[in-house]
């Protein structure tokens, strides 16, 4: 149980693209979702916190513009990098938690995504 | 906020051999848990242990709470177990998973 499914895998694309990421709950709903950044042999930095319904809480010297978050259903949230530059390139890995637990229970986190702008 | 520290930064083994990982925070916390990250990115959650002892195959993980550290032991290690190990904490009122540096482990055959 409890498996967060996250798409596409691998990104490729020209500067200046937009790129969407989706990270769905398959077998449970999560009113909370987390997106991630992972640079090159660094740990995982938290973006920001997805709420369904509601816009998303960015953390401290993430740009809400440059990353668009949508949480429209309770197993589904998106994000885009709008108008994608290199430095944009990153691993991105996104995580769920069961609307039935409590907030201090784990984690489902989903496989990541690999961003490569050229 | 929180500081999660993870030491060693670096682990070389052969294959066989035990190790342990050990993670420090800096206050109280609600969560914790141990994840490996593989190669191909892809993290693994290995323990929820906010307290107590846990075991599963070779590996097990013991958190001390009161002096705020955690262990993650593992055993006659192979070389799938290569990889980051991460510990990740959430503290107080906030539903936000810190995460450690992590630790860098390569098993040798």
């Known amino acids: 149980g409890a498996v967060v499914s996250q798409h596409p895998s691998r990104v490729i694309c020209k500067s200046g693209t937009s790129v969407k990421i989706e990270c769905r709950s398959l077998d449970f709903q999560a009113t909370t979702m987390f997106w991630y950044r992972q640079f090159p042999k660094k740990s995982l930095m938290l973006m920001a916190t997805?709420?369904?319904?509601?816009?998303?809480?960015?953390e401290q010297g993430v740009e809400k513009d440059k990353f668009l978050i949508n949480h429209a259903s309770l197993t589904l949230s998106t994000l885009t990098v709008t108008s994608a530059h290199p430095e944009d390139s990153s691993f991105y890995i996104c995580?769920?938690?069961?609307?039935?637990?409590?907030?201090?229970?784990?984690?489902?986190f989903g496989d990541g995504t690999r961003l490569s702008i050229l | 906020g929180i500081q999660v520290e993870q030491s060693p930064p670096d682990l070389i083994l052969q294959e066989g051999a035990n190790s342990t990982l050990r993670c420090n925070f800096s206050?109280?916390?609600?969560?914790l848990q141990w994840f490996h990250q593989n190669p191909w990115g892809q993290l693994i959650n290995l323990f929820y242990i906010p307290s107590g002892t846990k075991q599963n195959g070779r590996l097990s993980a013991t958190t001390v709470a009161t002096e705020r550290y955690s262990l993650l032991y593992i055993s006659s290690s192979q070389t799938t177990d290569s990889g980051v190990y991460f510990c990740a904490v959430v503290s107080g009122g906030y539903n936000k998973l810190i995460f450690g540096a992590g630790t860098r482990l390569a098993v040798h055959p």
């Open positions: 995580s769920a938690r069961d609307l039935l637990e409590y907030s201090n229970q784990p984690q489902h």
């Open positions: 997805s709420n369904e319904g509601s816009k998303a809480t960015y």
């Open positions: 206050d109280s916390v609600n969560n």
